[in-house]
């Protein structure tokens, strides 16, 4: 059975809930933590608690320790926390004043937590393990440390973390763990853990020789090889195709920009964090800030060519589309693989409505995503409306116009009847977004495609339109990327497919492998033929034994595999054998290729 299946069935009984989402794990790994870090201050007396909160699979805790924590210090500490949780301890809450809190923490001389307590504001909690151990914490916890399954929680691993994240501050030593309700889940997640590293999309993408990053270019900026740009290039025709057969229009627009165009969209003023540095041809260009930007959106440039002329409502919806790469200055600490770049190429679009084609034409965009998202074979996904958080001074334009962008985005998800949910302070800073949030085959939540109604930027460009009646009337724009990004795209879905892509999607989609060297010709000339048709053939020539090709075609992922001996020549064959189905037996040649042609056009398996 392929590995993707099997891991496919055995997760099918087991739902891993985040903790956000049970109350139940919240004190489970909560209580953990605390037992945790009781354990490590009776083995290492010396070491001072932090903080200790959960997370979304587990939880951490910060120690100052004079002594480097090891694998089999983690060993010992589990072994120490398995004895606490014997020890059937109550878990008890005591309020305190802030002076008894100060006390008691002068008490057992531990600095860090002067500094915590003077950032908590009351009511102030200690929670008890017992009676020898204690921490400042709001809880939830369990009520006793036997209400914890000592076989439900694992250590997982020691990294350098600094005091409240500041590098110029002390450097802690941070143990994370897990804890769950039963031993089942604990195994469950650990398979996933190891299935998530067996697919980790820098692995695959290293292994079946799709990008790679080079020091020299720098982080965060991915190179596209030849079988990744083919990759690309699939996802890149797919969409155009589906956009052309929608009413958008190609664009193409330069990477970089004046500050001025920045500063008319508030890029500059609200944006510029997280934009590349200025160029600027002198020090006094710099200072009266004459430069160019590297472009962190496409907007401001698609809403030129709509601003190059007098728009008539009889040119509306105007849908441009650019497949446009844009640069974002992230922290290199935060870079890894293609799911957070510095420069990456967003499946953009524009569309230019009217008020009254706004809801249609938001309904068609959406139908557009899911659409793809079912060509992709991704079917577990949920909508967010992220809306704009009312507190925050972080967002551009009206409450008005907010306020009808939200209603339009919630009209549509109500009349589409899809699974969604609010995410307050997640809108764009120009105006609020429905997200698609993908769960994988590991349950782990993937952001995806994007669509955004905006009444700001249009007003900040101060678009119009002559409507029927000859009055100039301001348009509103909508944003949409069912991608994402292509760079993002394609690592979630290395890691989904497992590397193992689509026949239409497969850099390589068929791979003869003749048994002697007297098989050279036919399998040469069987490859060029299949490529004159459009199907990504190659014959293996390198003369390796015939084990060795197959476990190098097997190793590739490629879909489709062919040994050719003498049968196979002489009756004008191939003998299939395909990822999708196993073996196929002998079949000819133009029934092959036929099979192939129509498989690969409508994204099916062969
Ligand atoms: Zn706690
Ligand atoms: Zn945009």
Request: net charge negative.
């Amino acid at each position: 059975m392929p590995e993707a299946e099997q891991a496919q069935q055995a997760q099918q009984p087991i739902k891993l809930l985040r903790t956000s989402e049970s109350e139940s794990l919240q004190k489970i790994r909560h209580t953990t933590s605390h037992v945790m870090a009781m354990a490590v201050q009776k083995l290492f007396p010396k070491a001072q608690v932090t903080i200790g909160p959960w997370t979304e699979n587990g939880f951490y805790y910060d120690f100052d320790s004079p002594d480097a924590f090891t694998d089999k210090d983690l060993k010992k500490i589990r072994k120490e926390m398995i004895k606490i949780v014997n020890r059937k301890l109550p878990v008890t809450r005591e309020e305190v004043s802030r002076e008894e809190a100060k006390r008691r923490i002068e008490e057992l001389g531990e600095p860090y937590k002067l500094e915590i307590l003077d950032s908590i504001s009351e009511p102030i909690t200690l929670y008890h393990l017992g009676e020898q151990w204690w921490d400042l914490c709001a809880g939830p916890h369990l009520e006793s440390t036997a209400d914890l399954h000592p076989k439900a929680f694992a250590l997982e691993s020691v990294a350098g973390a600094y005091w409240r994240g500041d590098e110029t501050k002390a450097q802690l030593q941070r143990i994370y763990g897990t804890a769950w309700e039963t031993p089942e889940q604990l195994e469950e997640y650990q398979r996933r853990q190891e299935e998530a590293l067996k697919r980790d999309h820098r692995k695959l993408g290293k292994e079946l020789g799709l990008f790679i990053f080079a020091d020299p270019v720098g982080p965060g900026l991915p190179l596209w090889t030849p079988k990744g740009t083919i990759l690309r290039s699939q996802l890149e025709d797919y969409l155009k195709g589906e956009q052309t057969k929608r009413g958008y229009q190609g664009v193409v627009t330069p990477h970089l920009g004046k500050i001025d165009l920045f500063k008319i969209s508030g890029h500059w003023q609200n944006y510029k964090e997280d934009m590349f540095p200025m160029m600027a041809e002198s020090e006094e260009a710099a200072a009266a800030e004459q430069g160019f930007a590297l472009k962190p959106m496409n907007c401001p440039f698609h809403i030129q060519i709509y601003k190059s002329e007098l728009r008539s409502y009889k040119e509306l919806p105007m849908r441009l589309a650019e497949f446009g790469t844009v640069y974002r200055y992230e922290q290199s600490g935060e870079l890894g693989g293609l799911t957070r770049v510095r420069g990456f190429t967003v499946d953009d679009s524009h569309l230019f409505v009217t008020p009254e084609q706004l809801d249609d034409e938001f309904l068609k965009v959406v139908d557009l995503i899911l659409s793809v998202f079912k060509s992709l074979q991704l079917s577990n996904f949920k909508a967010r409306l992220s809306f704009r958080d009312p507190e925050s001074d972080k967002y551009v334009g009206s409450d008005e116009a907010w306020d009808k962008a939200q209603n339009a985005i919630r009209r549509a998800v109500e009349k589409m009847d899809m699974n969604h949910f609010e995410g307050i302070g997640e809108a764009a800073f120009y105006g609020p977004k429905l997200d698609f949030i993908f769960e994988d085959a590991l349950g782990r939540e993937w952001q995806l495609g994007t669509v955004q109604v905006d009444y700001n930027l249009p007003e900040r460009f101060e678009l119009e339109y002559v409507a029927e009646d000859g009055s100039r009337q301001r348009p509103i724009m909508i944003h949409r990327a069912p991608f994402g990004s292509l760079e993002r795209l394609i690592g979630i879905l290395i890691e989904e497919y497992a590397g193992d892509f689509p026949l239409w999607l497969a850099p390589v989609q068929v791979r003869l492998l003749p048994v002697r060297d007297a098989h050279f010709d036919y399998v040469k000339e069987v490859a060029a033929k299949m490529r004159e048709v459009g199907i990504r053939a190659e014959a293996d020539t390198s003369g390796e034994r015939l084990g060795k090709m197959i476990r190098n075609a097997e190793k590739q992922k490629i879909p489709v595999m062919s040994v050719v001996g003498d049968k196979e020549v002489e009756e004008n064959t191939l003998s299939i054998r395909t990822r999708a189905s196993g073996e196929l037996g002998a079949i000819a040649i133009s029934e092959v290729i036929e099979k192939l042609k129509n498989a690969i056009a409508d994204h099916s398996n062969f």
